[in-house]
C-alpha cells in the first residue's frame, strides 16, 4: 500500500507517532472525503476482497465504497501508521427489530490504553473513536456508547440514544478477522434480494453540519433537525455525484 497516497486521497496528515489525536484526524479524515456508496452493486461490477483492487477504486479513483472496503482498506492503513488493530465482525440491527446477516458487517478496533471502536464504513454512525467502556461520546451526528453485552464474553453493543433511551445498532465481536474471510458476506450482499444494498443506491457523506445523501434521484441535505430533499432527473446524476461527491463513474 501506498501510505502517501493514502494521506493524500483524504486530505489527511501522518501522525508523528501512533496516538490518539491521529487516530481522531485519519478517521475524521476518512469519513469526510471518502463515500459510502453502493453504486457498483447496482452496476453489476463484483466487489472482490482484495487490497490492491480496493486500494485502486479508493485511492486512484476517488471512489467510495462499503464496509468491507473502507473498513478493510482503512484498517491496513492504521497498521502501516503503527497503530495496533483489530479487524472484527459485527451483526447490523435493523429498524423493525430484527438483525441483518450475521456477522455481514465489518469494522475496526484499535487498542490505546485499551480497545476503541473506529468505523468509517457504516454510513450514518459516530464519526469519532468510540471506547468499549460504556462512555458516552457526542458529535453533529448523535450520542453514542459501547456496552458489552451481558452473558456473551467478546461480545459489545454499539448504541446510539433517542430521545431518552438506547437504541442497539450494532452488535460486534472481538474476535480477529482476516478480510478475506467476509468473502460470503460480501457475496450476499451484491446479489441477494435480501441484501440492504441490491434494491437502491446510496452515496452518502457527512458535513460539517449533518449530511448529504443521494439515495436513488434523491439528494437530501440535512442540517440539524432540517432535511431539503430534491428529485434529481436522470440526466443530471453524473453532475451531482461529481459535485457533491467527487465520483466521475468510469
Same mark, same amino acid.
Request: aromatic share 8%.
Given at each position: ?92 440491527? *435493523?429498524?423493525? %427489530?430484527? !438483525? =441483518? ?5 465489518? #469494522?475496526?478496533?484499535? +487498542? @490505546? ?47 446510539? *440514544?433517542?430521545? %431518552?433511551? !438506547? =437504541? ?5 465481536? #472481538?474476535?480477529?478477522? +482476516? @478480510? ?71
Amino acid at each position: 500500500m501506498d501510505v502517501k497516497g493514502y494521506l493524500e486521497r483524504i486530505g489527511a496528515i501522518r501522525p508523528g507517532k501512533p496516538d490518539f489525536a491521529g487516530l481522531e484526524h485519519l478517521q475524521r479524515q476518512h469519513l469526510f472525503t471518502v463515500p459510502f456508496e453502493n453504486l457498483d452493486i447496482l452496476r453489476k461490477v463484483p466487489i472482490q476482497l482484495d487490497e490492491n483492487r480496493i486500494y485502486d477504486k479508493v485511492v486512484r479513483r476517488h471512489r467510495g465504497g462499503f464496509c468491507y472496503e473502507l473498513n478493510g482498506l482503512f484498517h491496513r492503513l492504521l497498521d502501516q501508521l503503527g497503530y495496533r488493530t483489530r479487524l472484527v465482525a459485527g451483526t447490523v440491527k *435493523k429498524e423493525d %427489530g430484527g !438483525w =441483518a446477516l450475521a456477522d455481514s458487517h465489518a #469494522t475496526v478496533l484499535v +487498542e @490505546l490504553d485499551g480497545w476503541w471502536l473506529v468505523d468509517v464504513g457504516f454510513g450514518d454512525s459516530a464519526r469519532l473513536p468510540l471506547p468499549l467502556t460504556g462512555e458516552e461520546r457526542t458529535d453533529v451526528s448523535g450520542t453514542y456508547r459501547v456496552v458489552p453485552v451481558s452473558g456473551r464474553e467478546g461480545e459489545y453493543d454499539l448504541q446510539r *440514544k433517542q430521545g %431518552g433511551s !438506547w =437504541a442497539t445498532r450494532l452488535r460486534f465481536s #472481538t474476535t480477529p478477522k +482476516e @478480510l478475506r474471510e467476509f468473502a460470503p458476506q460480501c457475496r450476499f450482499n451484491q446479489t441477494s434480494p435480501d441484501s440492504p444494498f441490491t434494491g437502491k443506491s446510496i452515496v452518502t457523506l457527512p458535513t460539517e453540519e449533518g449530511r448529504i445523501t443521494l439515495s436513488g434521484n434523491t439528494l437530501v441535505v440535512t442540517k440539524g433537525e432540517t432535511k431539503q430533499k430534491e428529485e434529481i432527473p436522470s440526466s443530471s446524476l453524473p453532475e451531482v455525484l461529481r459535485e457533491r461527491f467527487g465520483i466521475v463513474l468510469q
